[in-house]
């Protein structure tokens, strides 16, 4: 089971990112899977999660600026993020369970990829 995020990079505030998360070994569909961050010296955050039975959830600072999505051919997960600012910058990580849709930062998701960094600055 392998989890790969990919995407992140270097924006100006008020750019745009897409953030990929390919999954391997398992049926992303059958998973909740959510998107979390980590900022230096801040605790983890969550952001964004889906899943089929469950729905989805957005933390409020990203609300109408950041978007997850599916494709469950390519076995991805996607965050568009929009809008972005300064205090968007952070280690991104998706994460899977098989039982649980949650940006709740304490619950412990089955699987995490390896994160990929977000930075926004001038």
């Known amino acids: 089971v392998q989890l790969v995020e990919s995407g992140g990079g270097l924006v100006q505030p008020g750019g745009s990112l897409r953030l990929s998360c390919v999954a391997s070994?398992?049926?992303?569909?059958?998973?909740?899977i959510g998107w979390f961050r980590q900022a230096p010296g801040k605790e983890r955050e969550g952001v964004a999660c889906i899943h089929r039975s469950d729905g989805i959830k957005y933390l409020d600072s990203v609300k109408g600026r950041f978007t997850i999505s599916r494709d469950n051919v390519k076995n991805t997960v996607y965050l568009q993020m929009n809008s972005l600012k300064p205090e968007d910058t952070a280690v991104y990580y998706c994460?899977?369970?098989?039982?649980?849709?949650?940006?709740?930062?304490?619950?412990?998701?089955?699987?995490w990829g390896q994160g990929t960094q977000v930075t926004v600055s001038s």
């Open positions: 994460a899977a369970d098989p039982h649980l849709a949650t940006i709740d930062p304490g619950y412990e998701y089955d699987y």
């Open positions: 070994g398992f049926t992303l569909d059958d998973y909740a």
